[in-house]
């Protein structure tokens, strides 16, 4: 969490603060420069709140206090001055923006995922899920909606390296594979908000099956994360327009392709060979390799 930036932490807890300390991460989101110019008096007034309600917010953000917080922004603020243009502004499509500019603004929210997410994952984290996922004899993923289509994709990466893996987007198969999981297992739940119930019931069992369960998430204190043993984050804004939108997808890609090549090389040799008969058995799918006539 200490490498995320304050506006990427507000978003990932936005969902579990409280009515009072979420109007004051709102009104920040909304406008960070201004935030960053007011004292805790001028914030605490223009939120309809307490001071003490914004040094609650700084406390459960891992902040000592409001000095270290407006630092924060100012510092995530530095970051983006080399960018200009709507992507600058809040991020939201608006109904008239031309084209142009929702090329633009969607560009930069999916690079700033990607950027946002890399600084996000603990080092250390991943390489304890990466050392269960190497013993582990077995690999359940679940995810549904945009998040299953991430499922499926951490999922035959890790099968073209000979891992047994498994990824299901329909609850019942989640519920029933999980049922069977045991311990030395590994079962990653993925979903952006940390509150999809299908995701939630699956890993909850795997867990009380002994598997080790890895929540890959956008909310670090959702229900997901706080059910699972290792938690993976991610750093992607949702906006109106675009509710698991390409942003989240990348964002957990992100974290899955770390998963994967850190697996690869800790297990090099058997990858490689794992790649090369995977890639032989579908070379002759192709028209090239067939030839033209």
């Given at each position: 969490?200490?490498?995320?930036?304050?506006p990427?932490?507000?978003?990932?807890?936005?969902?579990q603060?409280?009515?009072s300390t979420?109007r004051?991460?709102?009104?920040?989101?909304?406008?960070?420069a201004r935030?960053?110019?007011?004292?805790?008096g001028?914030?605490?007034?223009?939120?309809?709140?307490?001071?003490?309600?914004?040094v609650?917010?700084?406390?459960?953000?891992g902040?000592?206090?409001?000095?270290?917080?407006?630092?924060?922004?100012?510092?995530d603020?530095g970051?983006?001055?080399?960018?200009?243009?709507p992507?600058?502004?809040?991020?939201?499509i608006?109904?008239g923006?031309?084209l142009e500019?929702v090329?633009?603004?969607?560009?930069y929210?999916?690079?700033?995922?990607?950027?946002?997410?890399?600084?996000?994952?603990s080092?250390?984290?991943?390489?304890?899920?990466?050392?269960?996922?190497?013993a582990a004899?077995?690999?359940?993923?679940?995810?549904?909606?945009?998040?299953g289509?991430?499922?499926?994709?951490?999922q035959?990466?890790?099968?073209?390296?000979?891992?047994?893996?498994?990824?299901y987007?329909?609850?019942h198969?989640a519920?029933?594979?999980a049922?069977l999981?045991?311990?030395?297992?590994?079962?990653?739940?993925?979903?952006?908000?940390?509150?999809?119930?299908d995701?939630?019931?699956?890993l909850?069992?795997?867990?009380?099956?002994?598997?080790?369960?890895?929540?890959i998430?956008?909310?670090?204190?959702?229900?997901?994360a706080?059910?699972?043993?290792?938690?993976l984050?991610t750093?992607?804004?949702?906006?109106?327009f675009?509710?698991?939108?390409?942003?989240?997808?990348?964002?957990?890609?992100t974290?899955?392709?770390?998963?994967?090549?850190?697996v690869a090389?800790?297990?090099?040799?058997?990858?490689q060979?794992?790649?090369?008969a995977?890639?032989?058995a579908?070379?002759?799918?192709?028209l090239d390799a067939r030839?033209?006539?």
């Open positions: 969490m200490s490498e995320m930036s304050l990427v932490r507000l978003r990932g807890q936005r969902e603060l409280q009515p979420r004051v991460a709102d009104y920040v989101l909304a406008d960070p935030a960053a110019g007011m004292t805790i001028q914030l605490a007034a223009a939120c309809g709140t307490s001071q003490s309600t914004i609650r917010l700084c406390h459960e953000l902040l000592d206090g409001y000095r270290q917080f407006r630092l924060a922004l100012v510092a603020l970051r983006r001055e080399g960018a200009t243009g992507a600058m502004q809040n991020g939201d608006a109904p923006d031309r500019a090329i633009e603004k969607i560009a929210a999916d690079a700033r995922a990607v950027e946002d997410t890399a600084r996000a994952i080092v250390e984290t991943l390489q304890t899920v990466v050392e269960a996922v190497v004899p077995r690999v359940d993923i679940y995810g549904v909606g945009a998040s289509i991430v499922a499926a994709d951490l035959q990466k890790l099968h073209r390296i000979g891992r047994v893996a498994f990824s987007a329909d609850a198969l519920l029933t594979s049922a999981l045991g311990p030395g297992d590994v079962a990653f739940g993925i979903s952006h908000t940390g509150m999809t119930i995701t939630l019931d699956a909850a069992i795997a867990r009380r099956q002994g598997a080790t369960t890895v929540a998430t956008n909310a670090p204190r959702s229900r997901l706080a059910d699972a043993d290792h938690v984050l750093a992607a804004r949702e906006t109106t675009r509710s698991g939108a390409t942003a989240s997808r990348l964002a957990q890609l974290v899955v392709d770390c998963v994967f090549v850190a090389q800790r297990t090099y040799d058997a990858s060979r794992a790649l090369g995977t890639r032989a579908v070379h002759d799918r192709r030839g033209r006539g």
